[in-house]
């Protein structure tokens, strides 16, 4: 009896899991890549363009660079985006994500003034996508806000609320005939607690609490301006892309800290927009209630939201977009052991985190593969706010090696399609669509042009730029084409057929 349990118990645990490499995507499911614009384009001093952030940046401090480099030529795109819309063909993409410079659009940052060249641009690149059947995908705010902003507080300025919808109102004026999917800002959780502390402009204290507040606002604002005044002429999709290790307890009495600290680290960001009832989770308020009160503020650092505010921002999206890449366990420190920073970690939370021992390294190791937690977010994102539709806005391989024949890279592909297949066909999970960042490489933030994520190789020493596609990139066409994921299949189905060998030209 025991034995005959045991055998269906095991066999119906492992038929799903075999069969899944048969699974095939649905026709629905759309598959892309991502770029974004201080990584790639270049021409950071063209025409009537003022400098970002990030020109700033790199310019008066390149040693907080690994390679002391910067993003004045990057990957050229300014000049060569027709490269980048052969490659998306090449690939078979359904989309492209790529984001607009806010200060080549809007040089003076305020909406006073558009360039003709900035708009020009992205006619162009919009354009050129759509002659081949390529959908835009167009993010707003991808880090490089106008360096004036910075100036004025970046993020921490509540007017920047203002600003920033001035500007998405701008681009949906200009753009959204044309472009259907817009995300507003990419990453507000790097944004708010950790660019504010690579710039080292913003004080770590309070600013990354009045960004969390300001950046939802931003959000809401420009979500609600496209539902009323565009979303009837043009019935396009209005988002924002969250990102966020997974963190996994260590053992069974980890898991109350671990809940918290995905409360404050990530909740923080989905809880207002994505919940039924909206605003601050309560967990996360109680918390910064008790530390702001143990240091003698008179009131929380986590500034409230009005009822009004709740309400304003509270289902704010058209989809849930979520950038993964890696996750973590999370133990309590033991007495006197030494907490390596990290991000947004409170000292009261007395955590340690680490990666899953299972998990395949890679270069940044921060990055470290670990698919199983992509499986446990979309989990913890329908228990926690009801199923949503879901898009996967960035998910990819980092290596330092320009190896063409980036097996690596393939295997986090496969094993993380795997997750995103077992998501919707086991646990009915409503996700529409896969991006992989990157397109090609391109400037890694403070890592430089060491830490590669692209399907295409850049030789970055080449004036030129020139794009070799990768063996990933390759398997991804052939993802896209056959809907289905099994690498294996795919390489004896290269060797089989020699036409296959190199199905993607070089693009030189
Ligand atoms: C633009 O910046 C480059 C360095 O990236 C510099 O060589 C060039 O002179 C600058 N051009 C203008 C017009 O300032
Ligand atoms: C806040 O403080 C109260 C009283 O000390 C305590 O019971 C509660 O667990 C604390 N909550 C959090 C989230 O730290
Ligand atoms: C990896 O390790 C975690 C816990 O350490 C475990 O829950 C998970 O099942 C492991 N995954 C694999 C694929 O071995």
Same mark, same amino acid.
């Given at each position: 009896m025991l034995v005959v349990a045991c055998v269906l118990c095991f066999s119906s645990f492992l038929r799903p899991l075999l069969a899944n490499k048969e699974l095939h995507f649905p026709r629905w499911f759309k598959f892309g890549a991502a770029t974004s614009s201080y990584q790639i384009e270049g021409s950071w001093n063209v025409s009537d363009k003022t400098p970002s952030t990030w020109d700033d940046y790199t310019h008066t401090q390149p040693h907080r660079i690994k390679d002391h480099s910067n993003? $004045?030529?990057?990957?050229?795109?300014?000049?060569q985006y027709e490269k980048d819309i052969e490659m998306a063909e090449q690939l078979g993409l359904d989309f492209y994500r790529f984001s607009i410079s806010w200060p080549r659009?809007? &040089?003076?940052?305020?909406?006073?003034?558009?360039?003709a060249d900035g708009r020009q641009y992205y006619d162009n690149l919009i354009n050129g996508l759509l002659d081949r059947g390529i959908e835009p995908m167009v993010t707003?705010?991808?880090? $490089?806000? &106008?360096?004036?902003?910075?100036?004025?507080g970046g993020w921490a300025n509540p007017e920047m609320a203002e600003w920033f919808a001035d500007y998405a109102d701008v681009a949906f004026s200009l753009y959204g005939d044309r472009v259907k999917l817009w995300i507003t800002i990419n990453e507000p959780l790097h944004a708010c607690d950790s660019s504010s502390r690579v710039l080292g402009?913003?004080?770590?204290?309070?600013?990354?609490?009045?960004?969390?507040?300001?950046?939802?606002?931003?959000?809401?604002?420009?979500?609600?301006?496209?539902?009323?005044?565009?979303?009837?002429?043009?019935?396009?999709?209005v988002g924002i892309a969250h990102t966020a290790f997974y963190f996994g307890a260590k053992t069974q009495d980890d898991s109350e800290l671990t809940e918290l600290f995905r409360q404050y680290n990530f909740?923080?960001?989905?809880?207002?927009?994505?919940?039924?009832?909206?605003?601050? &989770?309560?967990?996360?308020?109680?918390?910064?209630?008790?530390?702001s009160s143990k240091e003698g503020f008179p009131r929380s650092r986590l500034p409230p939201l009005s009822?009004?505010?709740?309400?304003?921002?509270?289902g704010t999206n058209d989809f849930f977009g979520l950038n993964y890449y890696t996750s973590r366990t999370v133990r309590r420190a033991k007495a006197g052991e030494k907490r390596p920073?990290?991000?947004?970690?409170? &000292?009261?939370?007395?955590?340690i985190f680490e990666s899953y021992p299972n998990s395949t390294a890679t270069y940044p190791e921060e990055y470290s593969s670990y698919p199983e937690g992509l499986r446990a977010f979309i989990a913890w994102v329908t228990k926690n706010y009801g199923v949503q539709d879901i898009l996967i806005t960035e998910n990819g391989y980092t290596s330092y090696k320009d190896d063409l024949n980036d097996f690596d890279r393939i295997t986090y592909i496969e094993k993380h399609l795997e997750k995103i297949l077992l998501c919707i066909y086991e646990d009915g999970a409503r996700i529409h669509g896969y991006t992989y960042?990157?397109?090609?490489?391109?400037?890694?933030?403070?890592?430089?042009?060491?830490?590669?994520?692209?399907?295409?190789?850049?030789d970055f020493s080449d004036v030129d730029r020139k794009r070799t596609p990768r063996l990933s990139a390759q398997y991804y066409s052939y993802v896209i084409k056959s809907r289905q994921i099994d690498s294996n299949k795919w390489k004896s189905q290269m060797e089989d057929t020699n036409d296959n060998k190199k199905p993607i030209a070089d693009v030189a």
């Open positions: 993003g $004045d030529v990057a990957c050229d795109s300014y000049n659009l809007l &040089p003076k940052g305020f909406r006073t003034r558009i360039s707003l705010y991808h880090s $490089d806000m &106008p360096k004036i902003f910075q100036d004025l402009v913003v004080e770590p204290f309070l600013a990354p609490y009045l960004c969390t507040k300001t950046l939802l606002m931003a959000h809401a604002k420009a979500y609600h301006n496209y539902k009323k005044n565009y979303k009837p002429m043009y019935q396009g999709k909740g923080r960001f989905m809880h207002p927009i994505h919940s039924k009832s909206g605003g601050w &989770p309560a967990i996360v308020v109680e918390l910064l209630k008790n530390i009822k009004h505010e709740v309400e304003f921002i509270r920073e990290y991000l947004g970690n409170l &000292p009261e939370f007395n955590a960042w990157s397109l090609m490489d391109n400037f890694e933030w403070k890592h430089g042009y060491t830490a590669k994520f692209g399907l295409y190789n850049v």
